[in-house]
T-cell receptor
Framework: DTGVSQNPRHKITKRGQNVTFRCDPI?????LYWYRQTLGQGPEFLTY????????KSRLLSDRFSAERPKGSFSTLEIQRTEQGDSAMYLC????????????FGSGTQLSVL | GEDVEQSLFLSVREGDSSVINCTYT??????LYWYKQEPGAGLQLLTY?????DMKQDQRLTVLLNKKDKHLSLRIADTQTGDSAIYFC???????????FGKGTTLSVSS
């Protein structure tokens, strides 16, 4: 068990560019979550998958955001036409849905949009 | 809607006890959670309590739950400088599928 892995750790991009982040959950965890955290705030829920199905999306997830989890393993989060307001830490978490949402978080991808 | 409130800062001296408080809104939350975040890192699950319990003790950590007042607290005994971090309280959303976090309490421990 190597924990939840996220890549890259840091991403700097220019406004208008597209970016993609990857998350590798703990193996055998069937739920995978994306959260966003800005300075001085707690993590805010964006979306979650159970296996390969995307079951819930927050209203925070605009049309420019898309997440996938092909084959129910790793997941990608893409942001198209980035805006400065997208600058944040993007956190991935996974859990095994057997009662109680004991989420295990990765170290996050810090996005800076210039 | 769901909301979790925490005080923003707590400063203690090494060896003292720390008590971090939280209020939440969703009484249907089956579990309530405490997470710890160190600088530049993701969140680490510290402990959690089942909603039917009043108290849970885990080594230096004690969680107290007052379900009537929707109040949760985390007590850290013999606080160490390594306990300096941001502590987040979290409840489950009404669908029971995601966690709602507070803004976090920054704990500063001085030697």
């Amino acid at each position: 068990d190597t924990g939840v892995s996220q890549n890259p750790r840091h991403k700097i991009t220019k406004r208008g560019q597209n970016v993609t982040f990857r998350c590798d959950p703990i193996s055998e965890h069937n739920r995978l979550y994306w959260y966003r955290q800005t300075l001085g705030q707690g993590p805010e829920f964006l979306t979650y998958f159970q296996n390969e199905a995307q079951l819930e999306k927050s209203r925070l997830l605009s049309d420019r955001f898309s997440a996938e989890r092909p084959k129910g393993s790793f997941s990608t989060l893409e942001i198209q036409r980035t805006e400065q307001g997208d600058s944040a830490m993007y956190l991935c978490a996974s859990s095994f849905a057997a009662g109680g949402e004991k989420l295990f978080f990765g170290s996050g991808t810090q996005l800076s949009v210039l | 809607g769901e909301d979790v409130e925490q005080s923003l800062f707590l400063s203690v001296r090494e060896g003292d006890s720390s008590v971090i408080n939280c209020t939440y809104t969703d009484s249907s939350s089956t579990y309530l959670y405490w997470y710890k975040q160190e600088p530049g890192a993701g969140l680490q699950l510290l402990t959690y309590i089942f909603s039917n319990m009043d108290m849970k003790q885990d080594q230096r950590l004690t969680v107290l739950l007052n379900k009537k007042d929707k109040h949760l607290s985390l007590r850290i005994a013999d606080t160490q400088t390594g306990d300096s971090a941001i502590y987040f309280c979290a409840e489950e959303d009404q669908a029971g599928t995601a966690l709602i976090f507070g803004k976090g309490t920054t704990l500063s421990v001085s030697s």
